[in-house]
Nanobody, 116 residues
Framework: QVQLVESGGGLVQAGGSLRLSCAAS????????MGWDRQAPGKQRELVAR???????NYADSVKGRFTIARDNAKNTVSLQMNSLTPEDTAVYYC??????????WGKGTLVTVSS
């Protein structure tokens, strides 16, 4: 079992920045991936960014160049630095943990609202 707790959401104006953090606890290894998903109102949940234990990253096309995911394996944390935010980034953001065997865990989510 893995527990995930997100923090850092809030309200920001378009063009601003926010940093999300997620602390993981439980059965965690460096073989597991961590990431962030988001779900906007009326839309399906989508992958935002993902990072392996070795630091390889991938991003949704919509956030490339604006968002940066980082991971601290010693502290079992993952962060998402979000810059140049637009109203289209408004969503509930979920921390995600993917085990090497393919199991997925999500946190409860944190709301990010970007005003125009």
């Amino acid at each position: 079992q893995v527990q995930l707790v997100e923090s850092g959401g809030g309200l920001v104006q378009a063009g601003g920045s926010l940093r999300l953090s997620c602390a993981a606890s439980g059965m965690i290894t460096s073989l597991d991936d961590m990431g962030w998903d988001r779900q906007a109102p009326g839309k399906q949940r989508e992958l935002v960014a993902r990072i392996t234990g070795g630091g390889r990253t991938n991003y949704a096309d919509s956030v490339k160049g604006r968002f940066t995911i980082a991971r601290d394996n010693a502290k079992n944390t993952v962060s998402l630095q979000m810059n140049s935010l637009t109203p289209e980034d408004t969503a509930v953001y979920y921390c995600r943990f993917i085990t090497y065997s393919g199991m997925n865990y999500w946190g409860k989510g944190t709301l990010v609202t970007v005003s125009s």
